[in-house]
């Protein structure tokens, strides 16, 4: 059973730093492909980073590069997502996701599982 809970809804001022997790409280994801989406109000669904079962660096979009990283710890269950240097673009509701055979891109229709969403303010 896969269950993805985020954590991290918060406020912040452009330029500030923000870490969300997502943690399966329904036991592992060791196996799976993590990712981060993010949306808008009358934006597409956008893919923001991806992590591979071992570790890797499967994606990240362009606007982010350089300021976000994700990273997990599969003993604790948990993906995180750290960004910094936030910009008041950067506002959406985040989605943890998770791919279980399949293809760990940044395409929302591979992720099978999908946490209920925490909300990321920036403001100037």
């Known amino acids: 059973q896969v269950q993805l809970v985020e954590t991290g809804r918060a406020s912040v001022q452009a330029g500030g730093s923000l870490r969300l997790s997502c943690a399966n409280s329904?036991?592992?994801?060791?196996?799976?492909?993590m990712g981060w989406f993010r949306q808008a109000p009358g934006n597409e669904r956008e893919g923001v980073a991806g992590i591979f079962s071992g570790g890797g660096v499967a994606y990240y979009a362009d606007s982010v590069k350089g300021r976000f990283t994700i990273s997990r710890d599969n003993a604790k269950n948990t993906v995180y997502l750290q960004m910094n240097s936030l910009k008041p673009e950067d506002t959406a509701m985040y989605y943890c996701a998770a791919a279980v055979w399949r293809p760990c891109s940044s395409d929302h229709q591979n992720y099978n599982y999908w946490g209920q969403g925490t909300q990321v303010t920036v403001s100037s």
């Open positions: 329904g036991g592992t994801i060791s196996t799976f492909c």
